[in-house]
């Protein structure tokens, strides 16, 4: 029933999108880089003491997608993701050359041996894999709109895939709801959510050891 209730959220925030009159997303930004390998540059925002840069878009199950180029797309955890999972043990990525669907269950989280699934924001093929997360998985959390990204996808559909993803506003107001949804399920850790400056702590589940990790980041992850 949650799991309906997100979903039914997140349309209604895109039907909010389409009659503001929103027909075509708004320009992605280009990397320039020597190599699509490097991390892609984020405008800083802070909602609800989660990060939510601008210039990306967002799936409801708490992955994001960034433009490189016409049909590239980088794609990775968004900071609600990866503090709700918190300090994970490993990180399963999907091989090269893997073809990806929007809403799959892509990546795969490890911790404490429990995992959660991930879905990926965007359709295409795997091109690139983030091999240094794979190493150390902790970039995911420090940095998961930088050094801390997944996969790159050519995606040849990517213009009608950002259309059912969120950005500006209502990026902002689903990841208010997220966390005005977190805390309804965890009002003990209410004081726990945000450190000094109002950004949320880097392990929200490490506060609530009475919580299930799985059960908790499954129904957020929408896996």
């Known amino acids: 029933m949650t799991v309906i209730m997100v979903l039914l959220t997140?349309?209604?925030?895109?039907?909010?999108?389409?009659?503001?009159?929103?027909?075509q997303i708004a320009k992605q930004p280009v990397l320039r880089t020597s190599t699509h390998e490097a991390a892609p540059r984020m405008l800083p925002a802070i909602v609800a003491g989660f990060r939510v840069p601008e210039n990306v878009r967002y799936h409801a199950g708490h992955t994001w997608a960034l433009s490189e180029s016409r049909e590239l797309v980088r794609v990775g955890m968004d900071d609600f993701?990866?503090?709700?999972?918190?300090?994970?043990?490993s990180i399963s990525l999907p091989q090269r050359g893997r073809w990806v669907r929007q809403g799959q269950k892509t990546f795969t989280i490890f911790r404490d041996g429990k995992s959660v699934d991930l879905v990926s924001p965007i359709?295409?093929?795997?091109?690139?894999?983030?091999?240094a997360v794979l190493k150390n998985p902790d970039l995911a959390r420090k940095d998961?709109?930088?050094?801390?990204?997944?996969?790159t996808v050519q995606a040849?559909?990517?213009?009608?895939?950002?259309?059912?993803?969120?950005?500006?506003?209502l990026a902002r107001l689903w990841t208010e709801?997220?966390?005005l949804r977190l805390h309804s399920r965890m009002p003990m850790a209410i004081g726990a959510l945000a450190q000094d400056g109002g950004v949320a702590v880097d392990d929200i589940t490490a506060h609530m050891p009475e919580e299930d990790w799985a059960t908790l980041t499954k129904e957020f992850f929408l896996s």
Not at 144 to 151: A, N, Q, S, T
Not at 157 to 167: A, C, E, P, Q, V
Request: net charge negative; charged share 25%.
């Open 10 to 23: 997140f349309g209604l925030f895109l039907a909010i999108d389409y009659i503001r009159g929103q027909k």
């Open 81 to 89: 993701a990866t503090k709700l999972a918190g300090k994970i043990d």
């Open 123 to 131: 359709e295409g093929t795997v091109t690139g894999i983030n091999e």
């Open 144 to 151: 998961p709109y930088g050094d801390g990204w997944l996969m």
């Open 156 to 169: 040849p559909d990517s213009k009608l895939n950002f259309r059912n993803l969120l950005g500006g506003s």
């Open 177 to 179: 709801e997220s966390a």
